[in-house]
């Protein structure tokens, strides 16, 4: 079984910056895909960014374009989320998805493992 578990996560001011760890362990699947994914309260889970085993395809949401920055080595199973001008909208839980494949997706239904979630909190 895989386990990802996530870490760096925290309470920050408005335009602060925050990184996000995600290590793999346990049966580690071969060339996974990885991409983070955030809830804020009473909303649904969303795309935030994605990378692609060989990290040189990468995707974000609209709203973190420009701010966060994804990043992965492969030879510590980790993968990292470096989140820059934070805002309080940014305020969520933060969860690390891995699939099955080598490319970045962008939508949950892709995604076959995911983490337990770091809160993040952005204060105005």
């Known amino acids: 079984q895989v386990q990802l578990v996530e870490s760096g996560g925290g309470l920050v001011q408005a335009g602060g910056s925050l990184r996000l760890s995600c290590v793999a362990s346990?049966?580690?699947?071969?060339?996974?895909?990885m991409g983070w994914f955030r809830q804020a309260p009473g909303k649904a889970r969303e795309f935030v960014a994605a990378i692609s085993w060989s990290g040189d395809n990468t995707y974000y949401a609209d709203s973190v374009k420009g701010r966060f920055s994804i990043s992965r080595d492969n030879a510590k199973n980790t993968v990292y989320l470096q989140m820059n001008v934070l805002r309080p909208e940014d305020t969520a839980v933060y969860y690390c998805?891995?699939?099955?494949?080598?490319?970045?997706?962008?939508?949950?239904?892709?995604?076959?493992?995911w983490g337990q979630g770091t809160q993040v909190t952005v204060s105005s």
């Open positions: 346990g049966r580690t699947f071969s060339r996974p895909g």
């Open positions: 998805a891995g699939n099955s494949g080598p490319l970045a997706r962008t939508r949950l239904s892709q995604y076959d493992y």
